[in-house]
């Protein structure tokens, strides 16, 4: 069965906001220096901050025109859950997600490996047999996903986790976990529009693939690049992906 689904959903963007200060117990020569060194630090750890998007920038750029690539095994702070991406769930488990990348971004700031929380990405499935627009929208399943550095940590994950919990007190953190996906050959293209409007783009990509002699080999996967709060519907941009052999 053919593994791809779309539909419309709100993305909740957690914000996070940095403040500094700064004390002045040396006079003004020790305040110039420690101004000084704080510019510096600030400097350096902007420019050594992880995009993922930059770092692995084939996977984040596509074009309107089906092209096949190769997606390496990756790290992601995952959620899964099943139901209408309108209904209450959905917009909670995305939630939950986005103050579990942060709270982990925050962990590692703080250990000088700081990061850019990278786009919220979803897979999609559905349990039953039959065309996936048939099946009510209250049986689609869906794992969303943030990618997380190489270099994150099960143990600093599950200890921002809970302290996350502590502080929030979200019951869907507790189901948020650090997953590996590895789809590897892939067929990616790039949709331009509203969610609506991607049966189209889904057709161009359908006909490359039977075109290559491929089959389909995985979860339809998509990659939201745009905030639908503060982008025109047909301004939106979403990368389409398909795991084939």
């Avoid at 920038?57 to 899964?80: C, D, M, R, S, W």
């Avoid at 769930?89 to 103050?99: R, V």
């Avoid at 065309?131 to 996903?145: A, G, K, M, N, S």
Wanted: charged letters at 20%; glycine letters at 6%.
């Amino acid at each position: 069965m053919k593994l791809h689904l779309w539909g419309h959903w709100l993305l909740l963007i957690v914000g996070i906001v940095h403040q500094f200060t700064m004390s002045d117990p040396g006079g003004i020569a020790t305040h110039k220096r420690k101004r000084i060194s704080d510019t510096c630090h600030t400097k350096l750890s902007v420019m050594s901050k992880t995009d993922l998007t930059k770092v692995h920038k084939e996977l984040y750029t596509a074009k309107a025109q089906p092209a096949l690539i190769f997606v390496p095994a990756g790290h992601y702070v995952a959620i899964t859950g099943k139901g209408d991406p309108n209904g209450q769930l959905f917009a909670d488990s995305t939630q939950a997600l986005y103050t579990a990348a942060y709270t982990i971004k925050q962990a590692y700031k703080q250990l000088e490996q700081d990061f850019v929380v990278s786009k919220l990405e979803g897979t999609w499935w559905v349990e039953q047999e039959g065309y996936p627009l048939d099946v009510p929208r209250e049986e689609w399943c869906w794992q969303l996903l943030i990618r997380m550095p190489d270099y994150v940590m099960r143990t600093i994950v599950q200890q921002s986790l809970d302290a996350a919990f502590t502080r929030k007190q979200l019951p869907l953190l507790r189901q948020v976990s650090l997953i590996t996906l590895a789809e590897g050959k892939s067929v990616q293209i790039l949709h331009n529009g509203p969610y609506s409007e991607e049966p189209a783009t889904l057709k161009v990509m359908e006909a490359f693939i039977t075109g290559q002699g491929l089959t389909y080999n995985g979860r339809h996967h998509e990659i939201y690049l745009s905030d639908p709060r503060k982008t025109a519907p047909a301004r939106m941009k979403t990368i389409l992906r398909q795991p084939v052999k």
